[in-house]
């Protein structure tokens, strides 16, 4: 396959020219790690963080108002990492905070509930070494579920390039992935800290229907489900997603045809969302989605 075999290059590269730096120059990588109340398990993602070939990373980690003993592991890695703490404000702010604070000028996320495999930094690094036009790669990843190694289904198989239409429907970019170049967030904004959850769906979209995002056709992320404070297990999620596509809608930001297929996923999404207020009783709520489809006409 022609991705594996510019991995393999990249990877040559990588043997080539990148060493250990000296810790006093200004990092490449700024590696971004969230949490709240993740002591049982955000040692996993802090020692995949250290366990990376490459070295040339600064470890941000943004404690969003832990009250379990979350705050006492992270101290206890001393200067390996930056600590930043905050009152609780959510998962986006939490992102957001680290941005500011970093200062590589590429950046990955991980979530405190997943790992990265030893080569993920430097196999991403290299991909943009080789593509100077990209500002952002994603990897490919195993998923884990309740401990169970899990084969994701056909609807969540990540495409390559301009993946806006296909991510109407789904979000298609895992943070835990992901590497961009923090210019980046010059042209698309940061997280959307409004949101308390897709947050994630509703930057992807900003992103994809400008720019391209990359697939590493290689599984480097080890993405961790099936815990109770998942945000993805929350009720209602497509609430959030629809106010995310009006949002999208609303900016301008669209060519006629992304317009016409937001507005299709938006329409789909009220529907499914209305159906289910109605199950449940919530009538004016469900009237509320209704309206809202009408609101949106396709253009010609």
Not at 61 to 78: E, F, Q, W
Request: charged share 25%; with cysteine; proline share 4%.
């Amino acid at each position: 396959m022609v991705v594996e075999k510019n991995v393999r290059i990249m990877e040559r590269f990588l043997d080539t020219h990148y060493k250990p730096m000296n810790a006093s120059r200004r990092p490449t990588v700024s590696v971004i790690i969230p949490t709240f109340n993740r002591g049982w398990i955000i040692r996993d993602a802090i020692d995949s963080v250290h366990a990376q070939t490459y070295t040339s990373y600064e470890l941000i980690v943004v404690d969003d108002g832990s009250t379990d003993r979350t705050p006492d592991i992270l101290r206890s890695y001393g200067d390996r990492l930056r600590l930043i703490g905050q009152v609780n404000r959510g998962v986006s702010a939490a992102r957001n905070r680290g941005i500011a604070a970093s200062t590589g000028r590429l950046i990955a996320f991980l979530d405190s509930d997943d790992l990265w495999l030893p080569d993920k930094l430097a196999v991403q690094v290299a991909f943009f070494e080789h593509n100077r036009s990209a500002l952002i790669c994603q990897t490919e990843e195993v998923w884990i579920r309740n401990g169970m190694r899990v084969n994701p289904k056909n609807r969540h198989r990540k495409p390559s390039g301009l993946i806006f239409k296909p991510s109407l429907a789904l979000c298609l970019v895992s943070p835990s992935a992901v590497m961009v170049r923090r210019k980046l967030f010059d042209e698309v904004g940061l997280f959307d800290e409004a949101l308390p959850a897709c947050e994630d769906y509703d930057l992807w979209l900003r992103v994809s229907c400008r720019i391209p995002i990359h697939l590493i056709d290689k599984p480097l992320t080890v993405k961790r489900g099936g815990h109770r404070d998942q945000l993805s297990r929350q009720d209602s999620l497509d609430k959030y997603r629809i106010r995310s596509l009006v949002k999208l809608i609303d900016s301008g930001i669209l060519t006629i045809s992304q317009r016409n297929a937001a507005v299709l996923a938006l329409r789909k999404k009220c529907t499914v969302y209305a159906n289910g207020c109605l199950k449940r009783g919530r009538v004016e709520e469900a009237a509320r989605y209704t309206r809202l489809i009408q609101n949106y006409a396709l253009l010609e």
